[in-house]
């Protein structure tokens, strides 16, 4: 008997949107980005076509998730302790 292999993490993004059922074509007009970047955004850590958002888009990202999504979330978890966090004023984990 084969145990199930551990769930392919992805940046929270893929999550948020997957809870709201939308597509990257929904994010198109918010982020000012293409589907395909959107896709791109929340493709597995670790995946050759991933990508990162640059700094305008991220705030947009933010703005358009009301915050429930931020720069951290685009690191995978082992490293999102040294990962940027753009509001590191505020303290850890807000």
Request: charged share 30%; with cysteine; aromatic share 8%.
């Amino acid at each position: 008997m084969s145990s199930l292999p551990d769930p392919v993490e992805r940046p929270k993004l893929a999550h948020w949107m997957w809870l709201r059922k939308l597509k990257p074509r929904h994010a198109e007009q918010p982020l000012g980005v293409s589907a395909e970047q959107v896709r791109r955004y929340c493709l597995e850590f670790g995946h050759d076509d991933r990508a990162l958002p640059g700094k305008e888009v991220m705030a947009r990202i933010e703005a358009w998730t009301n915050g429930e999504v931020t720069e951290r979330d685009f690191y995978p978890p082992h490293i999102r302790g040294i990962a940027p966090i753009a509001h590191a004023a505020e303290g850890p984990d807000q």
